[in-house]
């Protein structure tokens, strides 16, 4: 059985073989007759309404639950919670605050479990980024993503899924917002190096697209008025995209937050490319799915007969 809580839980070639089923116009459907719990600790627009989409179009039901609904770690434990799903869905999707409770899902081991955002990682968001990219610039192998902004979950993600397919990754951003060192060590391990720069007009020269996240993620609102006025100078706007050259594509994983981190007339200008990468998250999802309940999965994957 497969969990997918971080993209360097796949091997490259996995990582590749989802990308190919990302685009198969005619999915296995190896949800048919069997359900997905999508369990939400965090607001979602897309997350939610691309994995409900893509679990109907490898024939299954998504169930939608809030985590207040189920109160992990309240009205019973993670663990018990992940027992309960299991019995009646194949798959468990789960929006988190804390890592450590996906991990502890995945730890259960009954059905495959999806990180659909904790506050480390966002995998699912990188599968996306990588199947918008190799749309728009074919092998990715010597191209260059640029992020600029906040060291965070999304950032994570990007950068190994990116580096996992021979992307040079750049990164951009205030001191006290970059990878802390547990993520550093966790990018190094599987292998990826990215260059830090101070200045963003030098972090986005001649790279092939640069790319943005909110400033203060969700859980973070308290911080709001500080992460504004440190994040300063890190905007994405005209100037740094031309500072980037006529070549470079611009990314958001969304929600932006306009005025902030990129201004309109860059998300709504010619090199943005943040509604391919919304409309792929569906894609990308049913790639992963296809992937992990088809190829990787075990013969008996949960969901099964009365016990
Ligand atoms: N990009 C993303 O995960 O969006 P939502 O928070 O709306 O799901
Ligand atoms: N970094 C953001 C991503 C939202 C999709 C957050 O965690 O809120």
Redesign the pocket.
């Known amino acids: 059985m497969r969990h997918l809580l971080e993209i360097d839980d796949l091997s490259v070639d996995e990582l590749k073989r989802i990308l190919e089923l990302a685009v198969d116009p005619a999915p296995p459907q190896v949800l048919a007759g069997q359900g997905m719990a999508l369990l939400f600790e965090k607001p979602s627009a897309r997350t939610r309404n691309s994995m409900e989409m893509a679990v109907v179009q490898l024939g299954g039901h998504p169930m939608y639950i809030q985590g207040d609904e189920v109160g992990m770690d309240v009205r019973e434990s993670v663990e018990d919670v992940t027992r309960t799903l299991a019995c009646f869905h194949a798959c468990i999707g789960a929006r988190v605050f804390g890592h450590s409770t996906v991990e502890r899902m995945a730890a259960v081991d009954q059905v495959p479990v999806v990180n659909m955002?904790s506050d480390a990682a966002?995998p699912l968001?990188a599968l996306a980024d990588v199947v918008t990219l190799q749309a728009e610039f074919g092998d990715l192998a010597g191209r260059t993503i640029t992020y600029v902004g906040d060291g965070?979950?999304?950032f994570r993600s990007l950068a190994i899924a990116a580096c996992m397919l021979g992307m040079d990754v750049r990164f951009a951003g205030p001191a006290g917002y970059r990878l802390v060192d547990a993520d550093r060590g966790r990018v190094a391990a599987a292998g990826v190096e990215y260059e830090e720069f101070d200045r963003p007009d030098e972090a986005v020269r001649g790279a092939d697209a640069v790319y943005s996240?909110?400033w203060t993620?969700?859980g973070q609102e308290a911080e709001s008025a500080r992460r504004l006025a440190d994040f300063e100078g890190f905007r994405i706007d005209g100037t740094l995209m031309a500072a980037a050259g006529a070549q470079a594509v611009f990314l958001h994983?969304l929600?932006a937050h306009r005025g902030e981190e990129v201004t309109d007339e860059v998300v709504d200008g010619p090199s943005s490319r943040v509604w391919q990468q919304a409309r792929n998250r569906m894609h990308a999802a049913r790639g992963l799915l296809a992937w992990m309940l088809g190829e990787a999965a075990e013969p008996a994957a949960g969901g099964g007969g009365a016990t």
């Open positions: 955002l966002h968001q965070n979950n999304v996240d909110v993620s969700m994983c929600p």
